[in-house]
């Protein structure tokens, strides 16, 4: 197999890429979507985890010409098969789907799924013979169409109950902005008469802004029970290959749902925070009837402020980790935004970061006169279920939003908890370190074990040395040396030096006999061989040196004393086969068979359950395929107390 070079693809490829539902096994689709993308794609990716619907209704809305999925965890046939059923009742069969699972989609099944329609399932042989990059060739080649070229004067009628429709149109002006510039033109023309509010989000990259859109929407659909939601996501195309990774779905659960429609966008431009068609885009969205607009634009830097040129009012997102107060007095934004959120106010330093960030606003602002507390600046918890900080600010934002013309239907209720942000926390504060508290304390044992073990060393050479030198008159000085080297030892690391012959004598013994419970249990401590040779079933070192032999006792030592690398009894009980069955498929009742099966006759029961991967996520078995292709296979299915 030969180096390949990648595909240079000739109309921009979008591809949507996903582990199916209730897999975590992601590792996969993280190299074939960082591929994809270095091929010059543009990569909607979803994560792990995602069902049917929320993998078609992305590709429709993003105007995909492609899904790329992995599914490790079964239920693959019914998983893909819904898929294909699902893109067709939507009217989107053009969208291609390719997938793939390693070994556990077998030769057949792959053959059956292509036969119903999936474009291709990449098989370990596939893999092989083609390369990773010749496999995103492959599907790179056969999703290279193009999208929004062939829009019917019908689908100028755009509307929030066709989104189909609406991302073909969104498309043509994205990729063929010219053929259709009289239309697009009639749509800007009919947007101006509409009041319909766009919010902007900025901020710089890795602030949370994903997050907090999407606590913004999952409130906004609670608050707002007849009002649709459109979202606008930009990141940055790659210069060096035209890529882009539209990763912002990942942070996003709350946007499956029929009131909210999202689009991603790729800058397709160098050093630039937004779509050069993004108004366009706006526009067409407005037309098309919905509530709110949001746009949120790719990671930005100090000094830009592009978001607020496209918005009737911006956000900005920071953290309290901005570095120096003086950094502040940088932040264009800060003169401009409408609504600031500290995100990630869990973070240490976040209660001084929010007062510095209000007083350089109200100094930026010139509202001397006015109370501090009252900028308008919100420390917030995006990662956080029902966080107060988070409330406030989307409160703060929909306020000012109904203060607009025209938007007095979006004034937000006024149930919400608005008490300043706290973490919420699973570990407390004095544990989080408890993982680097033991590694520490394993450091600092090691320490011990270098410092005992080269106190040893030199105590067993003068202790070796002392009748040697009895007749050269330096006995007591070795005397000396040997009671000062065995105040530095600990006692029972000495008594244990000291025990070693014994220790060696007890090994080599024909049995050896131990208490558990109070129980003396006697056990051979050879076995012979075939060829009738007396196997030890435990070797020991034949070190002479006293530190050697500590260094082996304590880091080491024999089964059943510490630091118990062997485990916690001297030796395996005799008599009993140590296997240890791992079972489950099916309901608990098969399972249960399986296992009485499995353990007839074996003197031990050692039995380990597996479930399957809808009990492990902890949720409901249902009929819809993409869920009940999943029940049962690879473990067990526990949905309930009367399962147990």
């Keep these: 197999m030969m180096n390949q070079s990648p595909y240079s693809p000739k109309n921009k490829v ?39 619907e929320e993998v078609v209704n992305a590709a429709i809305n993003e105007d995909a010409q492609a899904i790329a999925m992995t599914s490790y965890q079964g239920g693959h046939n019914e998983y893909f098969r819904y898929m294909y059923d699902l893109l067709k009742e939507k009217g989107a069969e053009h969208i291609k789907i390719f997938g793939g699972g390693g070994g556990v989609i077998l030769p057949e099944e792959i053959k059956d799924l292509m036969d119903y329609g999936i474009t291709r399932i990449y098989s370990p042989d596939d893999g092989r013979a083609m390369g990773l990059q010749g496999m995103i060739n492959d599907l790179v080649s056969s999703a290279d169409f193009s999208t929004g070229e062939n829009i019917t004067d019908g689908m100028w009628s755009v509307s929030k109950n066709d989104p189909s429709s609406l991302a073909q149109v969104l498309s043509a ?30 901020g710089t990259g890795g602030a949370g802004k994903s997050s907090l859109v999407d606590e913004f929407v999952r409130r906004f659909l609670l608050d707002q029970k007849d009002k649709h ?6 990141d940055p195309s790659k210069r060096k290959t035209g890529g882009a990774l539209l990763g912002d779905r990942i942070r996003m659960n709350a946007i499956n ?10 800058t397709r431009q160098a050093n630039l925070a937004l779509s050069k068609h993004i108004n366009q885009i706006v526009q067409v969205l407005k037309v098309a009837g919905y509530d709110l607009i949001l746009l949120e634009t790719s990671g930005i830097g100090q000094s830009d402020t592009e978001i607020a040129d496209h918005s009737d009012l911006s956000m900005y997102v920071m953290t309290p980790e901005y570095g120096a107060a003086t950094q502040l007095e940088k932040i264009d934004m800060l003169d401009f935004a409408d609504v600031v959120a500290l995100n990630k106010f869990d973070k240490r330093g976040a209660l001084d970061a929010l007062r510095d960030v209000k007083k350089q606003v109200q100094r930026n602002r010139g509202l001397w006169h006015d109370d501090v507390d009252s900028m308008p600046v919100h420390g917030t918890i995006a990662s956080q279920f029902n966080d107060p900080g988070t409330n406030a600010f989307y409160l703060a934002v929909m306020h000012r939003v109904s203060q607009l013309e025209g938007c007095k239907s979006l004034k937000p209720s006024s149930l919400w908890n608005t008490d300043l942000s706290e973490k919420i926390h699973i570990i407390p504060p004095k544990r989080v370190r408890y993982l680097s508290e033991i590694s520490e304390n394993n450091s600092r044992y090691e320490e011990r074990v270098h410092h005992q073990v080269t106190i040893a060393s030199k105590l067993g050479q003068w202790t070796a040395l002392r009748s040697d030198l009895a007749e050269s008159g330096m006995l007591e000085e070795a005397n000396t040396r040997i009671e000062a080297l065995k105040k530095d030892l600990d006692d029972h690391l000495l008594d244990d030096i000291h025990a070693w012959d014994a220790m060696m004598n007890e090994y080599s013994a024909s049995e050896y006999s131990f208490q558990v419970r109070d129980k003396t249990i006697s056990i051979k401590t050879h076995t012979t061989s075939l060829s009738h040779q007396e196997i030890p079933k435990i070797a020991l070192p034949k070190y002479t040196d006293w530190g050697d032999r500590l260094r082996w006792l304590m880091r080491e030592n024999v089964p059943g004393k510490f630091p118990y690398t062997a ?20 309901g608990p009742e098969r399972t249960n068979r399986r296992f009485h099966y499995l353990s007839a006759d074996m003197p031990a029961k050692r039995l380990s359950t597996a479930f399957d991967s809808v009990t492990l996520y902890g949720r409901d078995p249902g009929l819809r395929p993409d869920i009940y292709g999943k029940i049962g296979n690879a473990g067990v299915s526990v949905c309930c107390l009367d399962d147990a």
Excluded: W
């Excluded at 939601?229 to 930009?234: D, F, G, K, N, T």
């Excluded at 749902?257 to 790729?266: D, K, Q």
């Design 567 to 586: 485990g916690i009894y001297p030796f395996k009980r005799q008599g009993e086969d140590p296997t240890r069955m791992f079972a489950g498929e099916g």
């Design 257 to 266: 749902h029929p009131r909210v429609f999202m689009r991603s966008l790729a």
């Design 14 to 52: 979008r591809v949507v890429t996903a582990a199916s539902l209730f897999d975590g096994h992601d590792a996969a689709i993280n190299i074939m979507r960082r591929i994809i993308q270095s091929t010059g794609c543009e990569v909607i990716h979803l994560g792990h985890d995602r069902s049917v």
């Design 229 to 234: 939601i459109a979202i606008v996501s930009v």
């Design 173 to 202: 002006v994205e990729n063929f902005n010219d053929k259709y510039a009289a239309e697009i033109e009639g749509l800007e023309q009919n947007a101006v008469k509409l009041d319909t509010p766009v919010l902007g989000i900025t």
